[in-house]
């Protein structure tokens, strides 16, 4: 049974950078496309980035482009989130998400099957 454990999150003021980790177990990473998502209270889930499981594809969500980067690393099992000049409205808990299966493309709509806890994202000054 995979299982994805999130860490990294933490507070940090308006242009500052955090690097979030989604760690792996169970199974291996290179078999599934992975995704970011992020939940702010009294808004809907939104899909953040995502990199395929055939030739790390990425797809980025409007509001991070040019600000974040997706990554992974297959030798540890682990896929990241650089998030770099942050604004508040990041704030939110961010989840990693698996989706198994030969994708050599990713979409932020996918359903994907496994979810970690999440971490939280406070960016305040």
């Known amino acids: 049974q995979l299982q994805l454990v999130e860490s990294g999150g933490g507070l940090v003021q308006p242009g500052g950078s955090l690097r979030l980790s989604c760690a792996a177990s169970g199974s291996t990473l290179d078999a599934y496309t992975i995704g970011w998502f992020r939940q702010a209270p009294g808004k809907e889930r939104e899909g953040v980035s995502c990199v395929s499981s055939r030739g790390s594809n990425t797809n980025y969500a409007d509001s991070v482009k040019g600000r974040f980067t997706i990554s992974r690393d297959n030798a540890k099992n682990t896929v990241y989130l650089q998030m770099n000049s942050l604004k508040p409205e990041d704030t939110a808990v961010y989840h990693c998400?698996?989706?198994?299966?030969?994708?050599?493309?990713?979409?932020?709509?996918?359903?994907?099957?496994?979810w970690g806890q999440g971490t939280q994202v406070t960016v305040s000054s």
């Open positions: 998400a698996a989706l198994r299966g030969p994708n050599w493309h990713c979409g932020l709509t996918y359903d994907y099957n496994y």
